[in-house]
């Protein structure tokens, strides 16, 4: 039996996995989307979200089957939980990724955001995608350094996130309504996909270490 639970709790790990690459695949096309105002990439990102929210139904299914027929109890139990709490969150990053994909889908041609902006966008996109890219080897081997790592990628992520908002506070700033709006819920969305990112770096922390990093540490 205990072999038996131990490949469970592999399969748990192999399709945690599984759904990040899904994400980072996700989060690769929605900001080249965004970018370039590409709506057939932005079309595709949409309905590829159907397989993030089905892959991690089907983790969850698993996990809560394993949690009633094992009835794991210390380490196991955490790690079972944490992969229900760190499955919720992939399934958040995909969200975001679909809603940068529906800007670039609604301001088709245009691009989303004034050009003063495009720069920004372009360095917060790539630090998504290397945060996702960080995130899927994570969970793959569960080594500390990647998730101090992808914590200090988060910080760059939230720099620029206020930069947005200082940028279309400020006095110098000349778009219209629309571009104020787009501006900062595209800027929320990045930096909402990063910190769902580093929730989980930190379950991963703390199931390798024991140790529990504080929220503002």
Known sequence: MREVFQQELREVQDRLVEIASLVTES?????QAFNESNVTLAETVIADDDKIDAAA????????????RQQPVARDL???????????SLERMGDMSTHISQLARYRFPEKVVPKKLRPTFVEMGRLDVEIARMLT???RTQDTAIAEAIRNEDDKVDALHLSVFDTVLGESWKGEAVDTVDSTLASRY???FADHAVSIAKKVQYL??????PSDS
């Open 27 to 31: 989060i690769e096309k929605a900001t």
């Open 137 to 139: 080897e994570l969970l």
């Open 208 to 213: 390798a270490t024991g140790d529990w990093i």
């Open 57 to 68: 139904y089907e983790l969850d299914e698993l996990a809560i089957q394993i949690l009633a």
């Open 78 to 88: 955490r790690i079972v939980v944490s992969a229900l709490r760190i499955s919720a």
């Open 190 to 192: 990045h930096e909402r």
